[in-house]
């Protein structure tokens, strides 16, 4: 296995750097994937802040989602489900978890106002409403594999937002894009309720 290049991981760091910013992820909230170009998987470690990610904060995977080498940290919660969504969307080459506040409340607002928002959605590439799962486990992997397979976002009950894109930059542009909807939304729907 080859270690994640300087070009990937400067594609990572950029990304973190723009979803932090953009209010895509707070403080150690959110995670992002990459396929390598060896086929393993890189995915941000437990307590990464994506904002500062360093070499320290990434772990690479194997094909059976287990990391190939040991660095001391363990991998994001969300490992599975980055790792599960890469395998089942072979155009993917990047996943994000976004912790956006309004994408966030969507997904506390459940399937109803994703359904009655449709036209405000449909330039994101097909956005389905994953029902609860606990997260990190193999359900909720599964299900959220599922749902990427024929969309570019799986939007999970009372979780958030999981989004494919071809690169991760793709991936982090359709991860804003997806916030800037879920705003109007809120606001076209009166906000808090």
């Known amino acids: 296995m080859a270690p994640i290049s300087h070009t990937e991981l400067e594609r990572l760091r950029a990304a973190g750097r723009r979803m932090y910013a953009g209010g895509l992820s707070t403080g150690t ?10 086929g393993t998987v890189a995915v941000t470690a ?5 904002g500062f990610i360093d070499g320290g904060d990434l772990i690479v995977l194997d094909g059976n989602r287990r ?19 890469l395998e089942a969307q072979p155009e993917a080459g990047s996943i994000v978890r976004a912790c956006s506040p309004y994408a966030t409340a969507l997904a506390h607002r459940g399937r109803r106002l994703l359904e009655e928002s449709e036209t405000l959605l449909e330039g994101l590439g097909g956005v389905a409403f994953v029902p609860y799962y606990r997260p990190g486990t193999a359900g909720l992997a599964g299900a959220v594999a599922d749902a990427l397979r024929d969309n570019r976002v799986a939007v999970v009950e009372a ?3 999981v989004v494919w894109g071809t690169d991760v930059d ?13 705003r109007v939304i809120f606001i076209l729907d ?3 309720r």
């Not at 909230?29 to 060896?38: F, Q, S, V, Y």
């Not at 437990?46 to 994506?50: F, H, I, K, V």
């Not at 040991?70 to 790792?83: K, T």
């Open 190 to 192: 009166g906000g808090e």
């Open 29 to 38: 909230m959110g995670a992002i994937g990459m396929r390598l170009g060896d």
């Open 46 to 50: 437990a307590g990464a802040r994506l």
């Open 159 to 161: 979780q958030g937002p």
């Open 67 to 85: 990391p190939v080498s040991s660095n001391g940290r363990e991998p994001c919660a969300d490992a599975g489900v980055l790792a599960a969504a």
């Open 170 to 182: 793709d991936a982090v542009d359709l991860a804003e894009a997806l916030e800037a909807a879920a």
